[in-house]
């Protein structure tokens, strides 16, 4: 199937999207409607350069006929500018619709829950976990987006041992999903006296929030504990079972939320994040099945896979999946992860636009 057969089939499909979404039942059935409404818009870009590019293609055609029947030159001359000029069109159209066509991640466009937590080297891993934490918040703050902390368990000498945090604004887990995965961190830590580097660990996950179109969860595949919280969280803390710990039998996911003000609103926040983990335990096991022909090496699966190093002593961040160094340690600890993620995200774009050109 050449181009302009495939860009036939598209159009047919955006018709038909369109024709089902007129139809009045459509209403009873919102999780349709979502679907074929997100179809639609991701179609509806491609329609548009296809009209572009079959527009280019006529013009070529009407130049290349005037260059094989005109005889004045002047007129010749113009034909073979007006051919060049839908040539060079028909060129950079092909590469914006090649580009276009290369499969979109469904979940780009979701807002996302951030976990955070120390991983390998006691007390300098809960340190560097929570200035990882505060890196990510300044980054959202700077994104215009809207944080809202779900679940926190602090560390013994300050920092953290696990957090979670809802994030939502515009394409949040399609920016944020590379951030997944094992971050080192090398440095003297404050309570070294001999001066010596040390290497610890926190590990990174971002999930794509899920809805309850995307996660149906029964309320017989749960079972809902609670306890008294121990966290910051007013006057309530401590004297009532305000913490729940949510238990999902089908995948033994085991969530627990106790820094909102009541039961029922750390009940809430447990089943966003029970919903987000769900999801993306389906997602990776989806991945893990194409995995054997087709591995990305920006990949969002393997959470335990190091990919990036943060050395203090040097200024230097380092991520290892894309070769990539930046110099500017204490401002990528302030937020600023653009050229990290930017170069992620290139890098990504670069290897589906080849495999797309393989396949």
């Known amino acids: ?59 070529r055609d009407e130049a290349q006929l005037m260059l094989e029947s005109e005889k004045d030159p002047e007129m010749r001359e113009m034909a073979q500018d007006e051919f060049d000029t839908a040539r060079q069109r028909i060129t950079a159209l092909e590469t914006e619709i090649k580009e276009l066509l290369i499969p979109k991640d469904p979940e780009d466009s979701k807002d996302a829950v951030l976990e955070v937590r120390a991983g390998t080297g006691g007390d300098e891993a809960g340190l560097f976990a929570g200035e990882l934490l505060r890196a990510y918040l300044r980054f959202a703050e700077e994104k215009g987006w809207n944080t809202e902390m779900l679940s926190l368990t602090e560390g013994s000498v300050g920092g953290i041992k696990e957090a979670s945090v809802q994030i939502r604004g515009e394409q949040v887990y399609g920016i944020l999903k590379f951030e997944s995965g094992v971050h080192r961190v090398q440095r003297v830590p404050a309570t070294e006296s001999q001066g010596r580097v040390h290497t610890s660990a926190a590990t990174v996950a971002v999930l794509p929030e899920a809805d309850e179109l995307d996660v149906q969860i029964r309320d017989v595949d749960i079972r809902k504990d609670t306890f008294r919280s121990s966290g910051a969280g007013g006057q309530h803390v401590n004297k009532t079972e305000s913490g729940v710990r949510l238990t999902h039998f089908p995948t033994g996911i085991v969530v627990e939320c106790q820094d909102g003000r009541s039961q029922h609103q750390n009940y809430d926040r447990a089943l966003t994040v029970l919903r987000a983990r769900i999801w993306d335990k389906a997602r990776a096991e989806r991945d893990a099945a194409v995995a054997e022909h087709r591995k990305t090496l ?36 302030n937020g600023d992860l653009k050229t990290l993620i930017e170069g992620l995200r ?12 393989d396949e």
């Open 1 to 59: 199937m050449n181009l302009v057969e495939k860009l036939q089939a598209i159009w047919i499909r955006h018709q038909d999207v369109h024709d089902q979404l007129m139809t009045p039942e459509l209403a009873a059935d919102p999780a349709r409607f979502v679907r074929l409404n997100r179809e639609y818009k991701e179609l509806d870009e491609l329609v548009q350069a296809r009209a572009r590019y079959l527009e280019a293609l006529a013009n």
């Open 298 to 333: 920006v990949s969002t699966g393997d959470r335990s896979a190091k990919i990036r190093t943060y050395n203090f002593p040097q200024s230097r961040v380092t991520d290892h999946r894309i070769g990539l160094t930046v110099y500017n340690l204490p401002d990528v600890m």
């Open 346 to 357: 290139v890098a990504d774009h670069a290897e589906r636009l080849k495999q797309g050109a």
